[in-house]
């Protein structure tokens, strides 16, 4: 019997793509900091940003009962993604800067301007493709909103896509400094 497909194939089955993407899916996530892999804070999530337990499952920012290992997230294939958890046992961030990248991927003023000032912390590319996520440390609670720009403290979940932005170390830096400037 002939084999055929098609001419511009990547792979040979339907089978050998879907161990492709989810192979593609652990390697991303697996760039994040393993301060933030260590911690039993994560979650999944729909495509429509909703927190999602490994079994489908709505979620909560404010009941660990709902999160679990980063491993565990991984694993699980509800939802299109992971999240995790920003709580009040440690002093991790998240700053969020919406539209920080414009349609080719270029970082707008406002923006780099931001980066201009943070230290060397891990930075990542949001699911929209047009954000970033700047994470870090700073002894922060809550969460404010300044045009867009959002700093996050706890109580709150952020969708990781694990894409670093251009070479975005691996840790968390301190980033209290950054953090009192933009709230």
């Known amino acids: 019997m002939p084999l055929t497909c098609r001419a511009d194939a990547q792979v040979c089955s339907t089978r050998c793509r879907v161990a492709r ?11 994040a900091p393993a301060e933030l892999r260590r911690a039993d804070r994560w979650v999944r999530r729909s495509a429509k940003k909703v927190p999602l337990t490994t079994r489908g499952r709505a979620a909560s920012s404010t009941n660990p009962a709902t999160w679990c290992s980063y491993r565990d997230a991984v694993r699980s294939r509800a939802g299109v993604g992971l999240g995790f958890v920003l709580d ?20 707008v003023p406002w923006a780099a301007d931001i980066l201009a000032r943070c230290p060397a912390t891990w930075v990542e590319v949001s699911p929209s493709g047009r954000g970033l996520h700047i994470w870090g440390r700073a002894p922060f609670r809550g969460g404010r909103r300044r045009g867009g720009v959002e700093v ?4 709150r979940y952020i969708a990781v896509t694990g894409r670093s932005f251009r070479s975005a170390p691996p840790v968390l830096a301190d980033v209290t400094d950054l ?4 709230i």
């Open 152 to 155: 996050y403290g706890d109580s």
């Open 21 to 31: 993407h989810r192979a593609r899916r652990r390697a991303a996530a697996g760039s």
């Open 179 to 182: 953090v009192e400037s933009l």
């Open 88 to 107: 009040r046992s440690d002093d991790i961030v998240c700053i969020d800067l919406d539209g920080a990248l414009d349609e080719a991927g270029r970082l």
